[in-house]
């Protein structure tokens, strides 16, 4: 059996989408209909009219796949593809910290469980998660799971004046942010002494980090940036070698579609092996038999939705 041909042939027969994180297999990407970050294509996939979505991502990633298309089947090839970052908070740490800080707002990434982001008030991502900080008018914020990206957000936010937040305006005492103490592993397997091995080798080279990098590392990026900036960036800057601070896998794409430029992987540490469990064998299995499928209680999907929702509304930047 040709198992490539096998898949396209269920795709069609069953109308179904593949989708590939910017972190997955090569073989995975290179099958997909689209690649890209977890809102991005779960949106892209919300839009379609296909009936099955197959998710080669992590959970949380099917779960927003799901909460943004309630009708579709959502697939998730091999349920061992969890997200460590994700799985760092739970919902009984939301109740505590509401209680805890009952007038905060709760902003929650993109990666946390369909339960979690139920419990906040709005979702962010790595690329948006300033703007969001910023278009929030209470004056203490409750960031979770991530705690670099916290960190990252926490130097770029404007204080509050009577509920109003001011732009322009430096002195950040007056807007407080408790930061969950999450983070993802594979992007703090990136030292700082790392960079700078790479810098000296490559003097040129132009280095771009994930947010979820620790923060010395963070100082040492020309461009911090989500895994869509960076594919954007890497695109428009007219340099041709590029340290690429972020899960290697990423690596395939960004050589694919920019065959003229160098790409340097930060560190061979920064493999996400939850990211590597979806192949396919698994996508053919998952495809030909309709398993496993990911559900989210209609309860706890209309609100998370609506924190979704409401990041959607303030817009999004890479
Ligand atoms: O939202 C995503 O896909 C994640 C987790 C990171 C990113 O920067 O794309």
Aim: net charge neutral.
């Amino acid at each position: 059996m040709d198992i490539i041909e096998e898949i396209n042939r269920l795709r069609v027969e069953k109308r179904a989408v593949i989708l590939a994180h910017n972190y997955q297999l090569p073989e995975i990407q290179d099958i997909a209909d689209f690649v890209g970050d977890s809102l991005e294509l779960s949106r892209k996939a919300a839009s379609t009219d296909a009936k099955i979505i197959v998710f080669c991502g992590v959970h949380f990633m099917a779960e927003t796949a799901k909460i943004l298309s309630p009708s579709k089947i959502v697939l998730l090839p091999d349920l061992r593809s969890d997200c460590p970052l994700a799985n760092m908070i739970t919902i009984e740490d939301v109740k505590k910290l509401r209680k805890d800080y009952p007038k905060a707002a709760f902003i929650c990434y993109i990666n946390t469980s369909a339960d979690v982001k139920a419990e906040c008030d709005i979702c962010c991502t790595s690329s948006n998660a300033v703007d969001v900080v910023n278009s929030v008018s209470a004056d203490t914020i409750v960031f979770l799971p991530d705690r670099n990206l916290g960190n990252y957000v926490s130097k770029h936010i404007h204080p509050v004046r009577n509920g109003v937040p001011q732009s322009g305006i430096s002195n950040r005492a007056e807007k407080k942010m408790i930061i969950w103490n999450g983070f993802c592993p594979t992007h703090e397997n990136l030292k700082a002494e790392d960079v700078l091995e790479l810098k000296k080798l490559y003097p040129a080279a132009k280095f771009v980090a994930h947010p979820e990098c620790t923060a010395d590392v963070l100082e040492l990026a020309d461009r911090i940036a989500s895994t869509s900036g960076i594919i954007k960036y890497v695109k428009t800057e007219s340099s041709k070698d590029f340290i690429i601070g972020t899960e290697t896998a990423i690596l395939h794409r960004l050589k694919k579609e920019n065959p003229d430029k160098n790409f340097i992987p930060a560190s061979r540490k920064m493999f996400c092996p939850n990211m590597k469990y979806n192949n396919l064998e698994s996508l053919y299995e998952s495809l030909l038999n309709e398993q496993p499928e990911i559900e989210v209680p209609e309860k706890i999907r209309e609100k998370a939705f609506l924190t979704i929702d409401r990041m959607l509304k303030i817009g999004k930047k890479d």
